[in-house]
């Protein structure tokens, strides 16, 4: 009896210690969706750079569907969730109380990619063409619905189908004159491709973005009502971590590419690579210590790139290319600033497409800008 | 018509790839109309031998022959009547029966009157609609019996046909072929491993001996026809069992 | 005159017995939506996650107003059946010719058993792309999927055929034609339903698997464009649906082997 209770309690102590290991760091899960992509390189950064142990969370990435991200922060399964804006209106007009509290992607970046031999000056020009879309759902459909919308066309003035995520392959089949896509990514792969003469007759593409026509909102960091009134605190630690992670991304990504090649297996790089990237995040971090301008950073990167494409050819460095892209749609003087004005056209355009639920509300309680501060830079 | 074996020899290739004899190398002649019954023990060949006589099975050596031309593939005169009834489970007593009609070409409507003619002889005349599945055996039996009769033939070819019945109902169809028999001659070769049901049916009773199967005997049965159940306690049929008996006895010792 | 009661009190028993069998499936379902609408009542589980089986019912109703539930029903039901009559005819013909030429089997088995060891959504998107965006594609998807139990029951029924009943066919002198029509068929007939039970209810995962990797309208659409709009009572109507399509298909095999294996249940009865 004796040495059962002695033995529960150096079982309860050991225990405890274990516990006591990692009890300073809070369990946080992060819903991301898609699948690991150089896109989702700020988080890597943070888990990289400790930005998010710092202020004390033991952080893990979780990829899921949209829909299951947002459902499962609004039933508090999970705490932190990256949706699109689009996905908070929906999901709030059908009963979901979650906040939307970091604006990541200041930019909209869904985009229509057609031969440069397609005039699109006029959006009128629309009328009639064969376009491919993933499907009638989510950031695309709501992308190309604005656009039909800015030329004053409806869906039935255009031939819309239904390709899946394949835009590459079945625009270069010559099956659609034009495809719903995202910005910093397949018009890169259809690029390499025209580059390669694999892509049917095409030679060029350009790219039309829905952000250069109306300004919408788009994926940000969400967290549920319950939370947001129970843990401001935690709330502003998390936000100030991903903040800080995603403006070291913006400013190096050579470095933000080396920490993203743990977290996504199929990221293209070589030892040639690895080391040229290297040297050139060292360079940046000396050139940073200077602390140069937002404008003088966006060159800086535009010059790491043409350094790298002497050595390395397009295939290699794609990847790098789409990171690339993607900074610019996060990049702003103020990281995480939402504006009503990109709320309201959302809405609007959701309304037009007939999709949003009952119970509208407030649109200004579905996102709060009181985490990010203006006098941040 | 005529059957005759000549030479006829059958050998399997065993799962070592040897081969293994099952039958003869045999010879005998049944004379037209004759009614004979191949008496042997089990794996003699028997089945076997019925097998190339129906055209089922090529000999390894030797030949088979019917009126004087070799047995090649099965022949439209002859039809075989199978250990187990060999029913079409998914068909009834009356398509069962059809079948070989069927199978010729004749109409529904012909084949069914030229079934329904013959049931009441059969004893089946009330279970025309009946599956396989719910027939005892002596009626599953008659109605493999009634498959052979319908296609006429003149060369019955019946391996067994009564092994897996009780005796009683076994003696009782055995006479019910004789009846059938007496109103059309036919040659018929039966294979049996039982002495009476040979004695009682045959013209003539070749024993064979042991795998593989030799003729052993050939025994004329001069008793008087027609026959009856009673006669097997009669003594002339008694002293032709016994015959056979010690000749079965001898091939044993 | 005991012996009589006692056996008319068994009868009733038996009676009584059976019906309550028939019952017992309603009475799980009765139960499960009790269940069901006690949870979300109490709100032991969020509505977000579970909605109730009001909601589900009104979802219902406007889908069915609207004709939307219809129209992507009838494009389902369409892809599976052309997949259906495709996979499976493709499936008898070949298990046929393999069930005649064994040498079929040593050249064919190692593509078939890669075709179906794979999981058919890691290859649906290349067959979007080559097959198109419009319904073949999902027919495809679907003649893949059912293609097997098909092939494969063909096989196994057309092989167990009785080789004594062979030997009667070829005794009577029949040929290739009508041993496959008196014999063959009818023999591997209970086998082939079998399968064409397991094929009709994976017609209903072929045709979604396809719809789910892009189409304009069918079910799987409609569960994605419900999911995204945050609409859980029309995806729960949409995922009943397909589980009533599935359940009717199976019925109807069901009902051809009541129909045509008379002499199946004659023999167990």
């Given amino acids: ?377 | 018509m005529k059957l005759r074996a000549e030479n006829l020899a059958v050998s399997f290739h065993g799962p070592n790839g040897d081969l293994l004899p099952a039958l003869g190398p045999i010879s005998f002649t049944v004379a037209d109309d004759q009614f004979v019954c191949l008496l042997g023990p089990s794996g003699c060949g028997k089945s076997t031998l019925i097998r190339v006589l129906a055209g089922l099975l090529q000999p390894s050596t030797g030949a088979a022959f019917c009126d004087e031309e070799v047995i090649k593939r099965p022949l439209t005169g002859s039809a075989i009547v199978f250990q187990d009834t060999n029913l079409m489970p998914w068909r009834t007593v009356l398509d069962n029966i059809a079948l070989p009609l069927e199978i010729a070409g004749m109409s529904r409507s012909e084949r069914y009157s030229t079934v329904r003619k013959l049931l009441p002889q059969l004893n089946l005349e009330d279970f025309e609609r009946a599956y396989p599945a719910e027939l005892s055996g002596g009626m599953a039996q008659r109605v493999a019996l009634g498959r052979v009769i319908v296609q006429a033939p003149q060369v019955w070819l019946l391996d067994e046909p009564f092994a897996a019945l009780d005796a009683l109902t076994r003696e009782t169809l055995s006479l019910e072929l004789l009846r059938l028999r007496r109103r059309a001659r036919q040659t018929i070769i039966l294979v049996t491993h039982d002495i009476n049901e040979a004695v009682l049916l045959a013209d003539r009773v070749i024993v064979m001996s042991r795998r593989p199967g030799r003729l052993v005997a050939d025994v004329e049965i001069d008793l008087p026809r027609p026959r009856s159940a009673e006669m097997i306690y009669q003594r002339d049929f008694l002293q032709l069992t016994k015959k056979i008996r010690d000749l079965i006895e001898e091939q044993r010792a | 005159m005991q012996t009589t009661t006692v056996s008319r009190d068994f009868q009733a028993r038996q009676k009584r017995q059976i019906l309550l069998r028939r019952l017992c499936p309603l009475l799980t379902i009765l139960l499960l939506l009790l269940f069901w609408q006690w949870i979300t009542d109490r709100e032991i589980i969020s509505p977000i996650l579970v909605p109730s089986p009001a909601d589900v019912f009104a979802a219902f109703a406007s889908a069915l107003a609207d004709g939307s539930l219809a129209r992507h029903t009838m494009t389902t039901l369409g892809e599976m059946m052309y997949g259906l009559l495709l996979g499976v005819g493709v499936g008898l013909a070949l298990g046929y010719a393999i069930a005649k030429a064994p040498l079929l089997e040593y050249v064919l088995s190692p593509i078939i058993v890669a075709f179906q060891s794979t999981p058919i959504v890691a290859y649906a998107p290349l067959l979007i792309i080559w097959f198109g965006t419009g319904p073949s594609s999902k027919v495809v998807t679907t003649a893949v999927i059912v293609f097997f139990p098909a092939l494969v029951n063909t096989i196994v029924g057309i092989r167990s055929v009785s080789p004594r009943l062979r030997d009667l066919m070829r005794s009577l002198n029949a040929g290739p034609g009508r041993t496959f029509r008196l014999l063959e068929f009818p023999s591997a007939l209970p086998v082939i339903l079998a399968g064409l039970k397991t094929s009709t209810t994976l017609a209903v995962i072929g045709a979604v698997v396809g719809e789910f990797v892009g189409s304009g309208s069918g079910l799987g659409v409609l569960v994605i464009m419900a999911r995204s709009q945050y609409n859980t009572p029309l995806v729960v109507v949409t995922v009943l649906t397909m589980t009533v399509i599935a359940l009717s298909l199976y019925s109807l095999v069901a009902l051809l082997e009541w129909r045509f294996l008379v002499w199946q249940r004659r023999a167990s009865a």
């Fill in chain 1, 1 to 377: 009896m004796l040495y059962l209770k002695r033995f529960a309690t150096i079982l309860a102590l050991l225990v405890t210690s274990m516990i006591g290991a990692q009890a300073d760091l809070d369990q946080e899960r992060i819903l991301l969706t898609f699948i690991p992509n150089v896109q989702f390189a700020p988080f890597y950064v943070g888990l990289q750079h400790g930005t998010f142990s710092e202020v004390g969370f033991d952080v893990e990435l979780e990829h899921l569907q949209e829909p299951e991200v947002l459902d499962l922060v609004a039933v508090g399964q999970a705490n932190y969730g990256i949706v699109s804006g689009e996905q908070v209106i929906l999901a709030r007009s059908r009963g979901r109380d979650v906040v939307y509290v970091f604006e990541w992607f200041q930019q909209y970046p869904v985009a229509l990619v057609h031969s440069s031999e397609l005039d699109l000056s006029n959006l009128e020009q629309l009328r009639g063409l064969k376009i491919g879309i993933p499907g009638r759902f989510g950031a695309s459909y709501s992308g190309l619905t604005t656009l039909l919308n800015s030329a004053g066309l409806t869906e039935s003035e255009i031939e819309l189908n239904e390709i899946g995520f394949n835009a590459p392959e079945v625009f270069c089949l010559g099956a659609v004159d034009a495809a719903i896509v995202y910005a910093n990514n397949e018009p890169l792969q259809i690029r390499n491709l025209t580059d390669a003469g694999e892509c049917g007759d095409l030679e060029d593409v350009e790219v039309l973005t829905v952000a250069s026509q109306v300004d919408l909102v788009s994926n940000g960091l969400i967290v549920n009502r319950s939370q947001l009134e129970e843990m401001p605190y935690q709330i502003a630690r998390m936000v100030g971590a991903f903040r800080e992670a995603l403006r070291i991304t913006i400013d190096n990504p050579a470095g933000a590419y080396l920490a993203s090649l743990s977290y996504v297996d199929t990221l293209p790089s070589d030892d040639a690579l690895i080391t040229a990237l290297t040297e050139a995040a060292a360079r940046q971090q000396a050139f940073l210590a200077d602390g140069p301008s937002r404008a003088e950073v966006a060159g800086s990167r535009r010059t790491m790139l043409e350094g790298l494409s002497r050595q390395f050819d397009g295939a290699l460095l794609a990847q790098f290319h789409v990171l690339l892209d993607s900074i610019e749609l996060w990049d702003a003087d103020t990281l995480g600033y939402s504006d009503l004005v990109s709320w309201e056209a959302m809405r609007d355009i959701l309304a037009l497409m007939n999709l949003l639920g009952d119970d509208l509300g407030d649109l200004g309680a579905a996102f709060s800008n009181e985490f990010v501060s203006v006098s941040d830079e």
